[in-house]
């Protein structure tokens, strides 16, 4: 142990392009944090794109290369960050891994982004869901669902903000201490939602952040808002609002130098294969400009 974080990201890898692993790393890797990938899929592109070829680990896949780091002393992980899953079996197996490094650093925290579609679609088999919610929502310290995901997660409609904060709430009562829900569409903005609980008995401290809504179509902003939420977390351990007005704040500095990248070479922002210009974007990343406030609820 060296003293610096170590995050075991799970999560899938693009050839091509910027979502899953390919997202969350190098954010990670300039906030400080030594991130070890393990490629729940390797496609050749994300799911915008008319065709996806590639391969979807299963479970006794990822458990071999477990045992591989198990064998050699290197299971001391800070972090356990999962993501986009392609198989039941390995969703199962994510559980196994949990308990493991957890046996080794008791205090480890897993962020958990419970990927599984937006607007109404799932672009995940759909019978991971019941996993999702009664075996691995409960043992996730924070947890990042977007609107879709969240309503999967508890059964509950949310169109609202007082309907996002009852879920919050029913999401805490099954395990996690921390709950953000990443976007809310309300009169043509976007919210973000957020919700901390310092322990079982105290009421939820919530906030919630509101951004203008980019007319354009992002894959992986998700995968990249739940990386900086961890990153920021870890230095605001206790302020889950300023790690979220920080995240926040990177991730629509990213959206904007996108936007304006596609805009400068002639290309509409608003196709579906459009990739975030995230190597361009180390600035906003490593030191973001708060413009978007928490507003404590
Ligand atoms: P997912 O990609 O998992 O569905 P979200 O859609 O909630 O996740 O996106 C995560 C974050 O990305 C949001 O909190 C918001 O900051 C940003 N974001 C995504 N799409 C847009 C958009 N069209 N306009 C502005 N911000 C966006
Ligand atoms: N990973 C892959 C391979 C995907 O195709 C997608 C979405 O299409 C995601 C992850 C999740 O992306 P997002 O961060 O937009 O939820
Ligand atoms: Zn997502």
């Given at each position: 142990d060296t003293g610096t974080p170590r995050v075991l990201s799970i999560q899938s890898h693009t050839v091509?392009?910027?979502?899953g692993n390919k997202a969350a790393v190098f954010p990670l890797q300039l906030l400080g944090f030594e991130v070890d990938p393990i490629n729940s899929v390797q496609f050749?592109?994300?799911?915008?794109?008319?065709t996806v070829r590639g391969q979807v680990l299963n479970g006794d896949e990822l458990w071999a290369l477990i045992e591989g780091l198990e064998a050699n002393d290197l299971?001391?992980?800070t972090h356990l960050l999962t993501g986009y899953i392609g198989s039941l079996t390995f969703l199962e197996m994510v559980l196994q891994v949990l308990e493991k490094l957890r046996t080794v650093n008791p205090n480890l925290i897993y962020v958990c982004d419970p990927v599984m579609g937006d607007d109404g679609k799932?672009?995940?088999?759909?019978?991971?869901v019941p996993v999702f919610r009664h075996k691995v929502v409960p043992v996730a310290t924070m947890l990042t669902p977007n609107q879709f995901e969240a309503e999967n997660l508890t059964g509950l409609r949310i169109q609202t903000e007082t309907e996002a904060l009852e879920a919050c709430e029913v999401l805490h009562a099954s395990g996690p201490s921390q709950v953000v829900i990443t976007s809310l569409e309300v009169d043509k903005k976007l919210l973000l939602i957020g919700s901390s609980k310092q322990n079982k008995d105290e009421p939820a401290r919530q906030f919630k952040i509101t951004m203008p809504k980019i007319p354009a179509y992002f894959t992986g902003t998700g995968d990249l808002m739940t990386a900086l939420l961890l990153g920021w977390s870890y230095k605001y351990p206790d302020d889950l609002s300023k790690a979220a007005e920080l995240a926040v704040s990177s991730l629509q500095g990213v959206l904007r130098k996108t936007i304006k990248d596609y805009e400068d070479v002639g290309l509409?922002?608003?196709?579906?294969?459009l990739e975030l210009r995230l190597i361009q974007s180390q600035a906003e990343i490593t030191?973001?400009?708060?413009?978007y406030p928490a507003e404590r609820l």
């Open positions: 091509q392009g910027y979502v050749s592109n994300h799911t915008g794109y008319p299971l001391y992980y799932f672009y995940i088999n759909p019978e991971l509409p922002p608003n196709v579906k294969q030191s973001p400009k708060v413009s």
